[in-house]
């Protein structure tokens, strides 16, 4: 895996083989745990914070993704207005202040993870999309409209009828640099980092108090060798199990997979283009995410990722599912009609991974054992910057002060819930195939998209 195999890759912490207690514990490893811990010490350098990885830090989600790191918090303004059109302006507001924020953490600490400011460019591949990046620009007066010869300029694919260049609101980032760095940091600001130790079960022993008092007691966090016992919990455990048995419905996996080509000779690099290092992305629903990247002795490589978005029966996870032959073959069929001037280039990595996917497309959070334990997921393929402003809502909401983050109604409400076996997977496969067809007629969506818009499982980014 591209990203994961990487001389840069730190040691593995220690499992926990002690019982221990803390102020705060963090279960889960990937960026929302990671952040968590890391903003919980700035907050407070004294509070003694413990974080719990079952594998080690960053190798799901968090380091198996395309390194798109966006302001959006919504999964893309539109999703935005339509689940939440009353604070979709603030969310926007919020979110670009989030990405500013990471990216001054980063520059604060020196986390190296090639971070490249270098915005993202949306290609219209089929002639009825222009009109829609027309309207997109007129709405974003930081973007750029571009003609089909400007955008071929850039990057040269001879798909794009139009592009929109946006300046700001995404960078690009080493995801697995990025978590690793991120831990790096949480070490030197005084977590306790223990990995290979996965949480089995999480309970509140209550301590008898006056009837005017807040509920008091800690939390249990048994491992298989230790136990924590914290104040508080954060639950950062995105796709797998949940710890909070009723928070369970509200996301499914749905493995998501991604080619790396090997590095581009001068030739190809030429003809290509791409000097500017975009991000590039189509506007269908089954869409592509495509960036570049620099291997550390500064050869050029492509990353093509997105299309297939593949659930399986029964919320299952498997270590098989991390490899898709179908999805790859299609990838690289689709790649060649990107970029038909590399026909000749082979891919040297491939890979897939499982996003938590809920019904409305981004984060939601809950909060339970009297105001102990909080939880957040469903970042559904946007997490990278996302996760930050989730860890600063789960430390909010475990202060027990009301503030700007926890009077949101997008951290009061949750998406609807998916339903059980067999309805999710056969809604899965009628949902995937509504939106194939609604590709193939220029965007129109048919009665069965229509019915999940007005149920509130819709999806427009």
């Known amino acids: 895996m591209y990203w994961l195999d990487n001389p840069d890759k730190p040691a593995a912490q220690a499992p926990l083989h002690e019982d221990i207690t803390a102020d705060l514990a963090i279960v889960g490893g990937g960026y929302t745990g990671l952040w968590t811990a890391l903003i919980a010490k700035e907050r407070d350098p004294e509070r003694d914070v413990v974080l719990l990885e079952g594998s080690e830090c960053g190798w799901a989600a968090s380091g198996r993704n395309g390194g798109f790191c966006e302001a959006s918090l919504t999964h893309g303004e539109s999703n935005g207005e339509k689940h939440l059109p009353a604070e979709n302006e603030k969310l926007t507001r919020l979110g670009d202040e989030n990405l500013e924020e990471l990216i001054a953490t980063i520059e604060r600490y020196n986390i190296d993870c090639d971070l490249t400011r270098s915005g993202m460019i949306e290609i219209a591949t089929e002639e009825h999309q222009v009109a829609w990046l027309a309207e997109s620009a007129e709405a974003d007066g930081d973007s750029e409209l571009l003609k089909a010869p400007d955008v071929r300029q850039r990057i040269n694919t001879p798909l794009a009828h139009a592009g929109l260049a946006h300046r700001t609101g995404t960078v690009l980032v080493h995801p697995a640099k990025l978590a690793w760095g991120l831990k790096r940091v949480c070490l030197e600001l005084g977590v306790r980092i223990y990995e290979h130790t996965p949480v089995r079960s999480l309970r509140k022993i ?63 690099r030429s003809a290509v283009g791409w000097a500017g290092m975009e991000g590039l992305a189509d506007l269908n629903n089954r869409f592509h995410y495509v960036r570049p990247t620099l291997d550390a002795d500064g050869k050029f490589r492509i990353l093509i990722g997105g299309y297939d978005a593949v659930y399986h029966f029964g919320w299952a996870m498997r270590s098989e599912y991390l490899n898709s032959e179908e999805t790859y073959v299609k990838l690289a069929k689709h790649f060649a009609a990107l970029f038909p001037d590399l026909d000749d280039v082979r891919f040297s990595h491939a890979w897939g991974g499982a996003i938590d996917t809920c019904s409305r497309f981004f984060s939601f959070f809950d909060l339970s054992h009297d105001g102990k334990v909080v939880h957040a997921a469903g970042f559904t393929g946007l997490g990278v910057g996302a996760t930050r402003f989730a860890a600063k809502v789960m430390l909010d909401l475990l202060s027990g002060e009301r503030t700007e983050l926890t009077e949101l109604e997008m951290v009061k409400k949750k998406p609807i819930p998916f339903p059980p076996e067999p309805i999710a997977w056969t809604g899965v496969k009628i949902t995937t195939a509504a939106m194939v067809r609604a590709d193939r007629r220029e965007g129109k969506r048919g009665p069965w998209l229509r019915v999940m818009d007005a149920v509130g499982m819709g999806f427009d980014s």
């Open 206 to 268: 209550s301590t008898i108090q006056g009837p005017s008092e807040k509920p008091s007691g800690v939390v249990v966090l048994e491992t298989d060798n230790g136990t924590v016992h914290a104040n508080l919990v954060a639950l950062a455990t995105n796709i797998f199990p949940n710890l909070i048995r009723r928070n369970r419905l509200y996301t499914v996996p749905v493995y998501d997979y991604a080619l790396m080509t090997e590095p581009l000779t001068a030739a190809q």
